[in-house]
């Protein structure tokens, strides 16, 4: 079992940053680590994802080049940098945990509760 617990949320005005963080517990040896979000009245998409190595990492489309995914592997964590937001950011954004890298929720086993990003214009 892996728990997962987010924060870094929060309310910010369009142009502005954040910094989300998922603490991870449990039996982490080895697991990728993702972010999705979703929106209201929205399906859940995929944002960033890193492997175990950190070596291999993708972004969605929308994100690239202003979100960053990093991870320390001492402390647990895997980190979304999230830069010149956008209120089409604004969503529901969940960590998740597998057994290797994907793009898929349907591949992550693991999910946290979900932290609120709100990004007003």
């Known amino acids: 079992q892996v728990q997962l617990a987010e924060s870094g949320g929060g309310l910010v005005q369009a142009g502005g940053s954040l910094r989300l963080s998922c603490a991870a517990s449990?039996?982490?040896?080895?697991?990728?680590m993702g972010w999705f979000r979703q929106a209201p009245g929205k399906e859940r998409e995929f944002v960033s994802a890193l492997g175990w190595s950190g070596t291999v990492r993708g972004y969605a489309d929308s994100v690239k080049g202003r979100f960053t995914i990093t991870r320390d592997n001492a402390k647990n964590t895997v980190y979304l940098q999230m830069n010149s937001l956008k209120p089409e950011d604004t969503a529901v954004y969940y960590c998740a945990a597998g057994g290797y890298y994907s793009d898929s929720a349907a591949q992550y086993a693991y999910w946290g509760q979900g932290t609120q990003v709100t990004v007003s214009s």
């Open positions: 449990g039996r982490t040896f080895k697991t990728a």
